[in-house]
């Protein structure tokens, strides 16, 4: 892992023509770079590099097309391995001359709660990020920006949905990690809110998927109706199967972290219904211009159309659009600016940055059957 960081780093300066370095941080007469910092590897590195894969989509075919003004826009990745103290040192090392213009998709609370006072002390904004939890999200406000919409509107729609089918007995199964047990809470004020009776219980499970037999052992003896699963990777299917040897067969639902896809393909013709948040609109739809270009795009470069990349697709079309309204000399004030009066509409996402930092509210709720298909 240091190998690739190191290599990616030694590239970005060598690349670096050394007279644009008396401009802005990143910028040249003709590139602007941008830094990420995010889990790339082992099992919780899978969403990212597909959330990366339709980034790098966004910002080919805005480079095709003569880019920012005049400037290609190139994206540095480090992988962070989900690590806070890694995170920071990534965050320093991509500030290190030449420099990054702005960063960019950055993953996790632990993560992006580390690095928010580096990204005040040095002025240097933060677009576009993946499974943020809110309370984080809000004391990173003013340096960080968020398309996607929070866990509070993922669990209010969720509450929403099961309330309407009459479910009472509901359990949660949630990464344990402080965004985890926020997710908790955040779902137990959606029913108190609707008047609904408390959660039978949470129960955590480790990243790594520690914990997950005495999760499935507790969740076994509260019998709920449904499951909402906040956790991510491998644990998702293993948790399911595990209740159902234990012959209980309760409705499962998953907050966004949850790559239907990946449960499909682990659990095949054994998947009986699982819904899922999304987070973004239906990837393939045939009517929305957006969508179709992105899928265009996917065939080409051969990358899967998914939620996950069109996530990455959408928070690239972002960036760029921000980018393309700080004019002609982008500066890192005038990127802070743009960002905080943000209004538009992209890929019928309808963003709305003034009010708080997260920009959009679209919470849609889908199922995904046994051979991985999303059915709105």
């Given at each position: 892992?240091?190998?690739?960081?190191?290599?990616?780093?030694?590239?970005?300066?060598?690349?670096?023509?050394?007279?644009?370095?008396?401009?802005?941080?990143?910028?040249?007469?003709?590139?602007?770079?941008?830094?990420?910092?995010?889990?790339?590897?082992?099992?919780?590195?899978?969403?990212?590099?597909?959330?990366?894969?339709?980034?790098?989509?966004?910002?080919?075919?805005?480079?095709?097309?003569?880019?920012?003004?005049?400037r290609?826009?190139?994206?540095?990745?480090?992988?962070?391995?989900?690590k806070?103290?890694?995170?920071?040192?990534?965050?320093?090392?991509l500030?290190?001359?030449?420099?990054?213009?702005?960063?960019?998709?950055?993953?996790?609370?632990?993560?992006?709660?580390?690095?928010?006072?580096?990204?005040?002390?040095?002025?240097?904004?933060?677009?576009?990020?993946?499974?943020?939890?809110?309370?984080?999200?809000?004391?990173?406000?003013?340096?960080?920006?968020?398309?996607?919409?929070?866990?509070?509107?993922?669990?209010?729609?969720?509450?929403?949905h099961?309330?309407?089918?009459?479910?009472?007995?509901?359990?949660?199964?949630?990464?344990?990690?402080?965004?985890?047990?926020?997710?908790?809470?955040?779902?137990?004020?959606?029913?108190?809110?609707?008047?609904?009776?408390d959660?039978?219980?949470?129960?955590?499970?480790?990243n790594?998927?520690?914990?997950?037999?005495?999760?499935?052992?507790?969740?076994a003896?509260?019998?709920?109706?449904?499951?909402v699963m906040?956790?991510?990777?491998?644990?998702?299917?293993?948790?399911?199967?595990?209740l159902?040897?234990?012959?209980?067969?309760?409705?499962?639902?998953g907050?966004?972290?949850?790559?239907?896809?990946?449960?499909?393909?682990?659990?095949?013709?054994?998947?009986r219904?699982?819904?899922?948040?999304q987070?973004?609109?239906?990837?393939?739809?045939?009517?929305?211009?957006?969508?179709?270009?992105?899928?265009?795009?996917?065939?080409?470069?051969?990358?899967?159309?998914?939620?996950?990349?069109?996530?990455?697709?959408?928070?690239?079309?972002?960036?760029?659009?921000?980018?393309?309204?700080?004019?002609?000399?982008?500066?890192?004030?005038?990127?802070?600016a743009?960002?905080?009066?943000?209004?538009?509409?992209?890929?019928?996402?309808d963003?709305?940055?003034?009010?708080?930092?997260?920009?959009?509210?679209?919470?849609?709720?889908?199922?995904?059957?046994?051979?991985?298909?999303?059915?709105?």
């Open positions: 892992m240091w190998r690739r960081r190191e290599a990616a780093l030694a590239a970005l300066a060598a690349a670096w023509p050394a007279w644009s370095r008396a401009g802005e941080a990143g910028v040249s007469d003709r590139e602007i770079l941008i830094g990420q910092s995010a889990v790339l590897s082992g099992p919780l590195g899978l969403s990212l590099q597909m959330f990366n894969a339709g980034a790098a989509l966004a910002l080919a075919d805005a480079n095709a097309r003569g880019g920012v003004g005049g290609q826009v190139r994206l540095v990745s480090l992988d962070d391995e989900l806070p103290e890694l995170a920071q040192r990534n965050y320093r090392a500030l290190q001359d030449p420099g990054v213009f702005a960063f960019f998709g950055g993953v996790g609370s632990g993560t992006i709660a580390a690095v928010t006072p580096l990204l005040r002390e040095t002025g240097v904004p933060l677009v576009g990020n993946f499974a943020v939890a809110d309370g984080v999200r809000q004391k990173a406000r003013g340096a960080a920006y968020f398309v996607r919409a929070g866990y509070g509107r993922e669990a209010e729609k969720l509450v929403q099961l309330s309407t089918l009459g479910v009472e007995r509901l359990a949660v199964a949630h990464l344990d990690n402080p965004g985890g047990v926020e997710v908790l809470a955040l779902l137990q004020q959606a029913l108190k809110k609707r008047g609904g009776k959660l039978l219980g949470g129960v955590a499970v480790g790594d998927g520690s914990k997950l037999t005495q999760a499935v052992d507790t969740l003896a509260l019998d709920p109706q449904a499951v906040f956790l991510s990777g491998p644990p998702v299917a293993q948790l399911m199967e595990g159902w040897t234990k012959g209980r067969s309760p409705s499962f639902y907050l966004s972290t949850v790559a239907g896809e990946k449960v499909a393909a682990a659990l095949g013709a054994r998947l219904g699982l819904a899922i948040c987070t973004v609109p239906y990837p393939w739809s045939g009517a929305d211009p957006t969508a179709r270009q992105f899928q265009q795009l996917c065939e080409a470069a051969k990358t899967p159309v998914s939620y996950t990349s069109y996530e990455g697709y959408l928070n690239g079309l972002v960036l760029l659009e921000a980018l393309r309204r700080c004019g002609k000399e982008p500066t890192r004030a005038g990127l802070h743009v960002m905080r009066g943000f209004k538009g509409r992209i890929g019928g996402l963003l709305d940055f003034s009010d708080d930092a997260t920009g959009s509210r679209f919470v849609e709720l889908v199922q995904v059957n046994a051979q991985g298909k999303f059915l709105r």
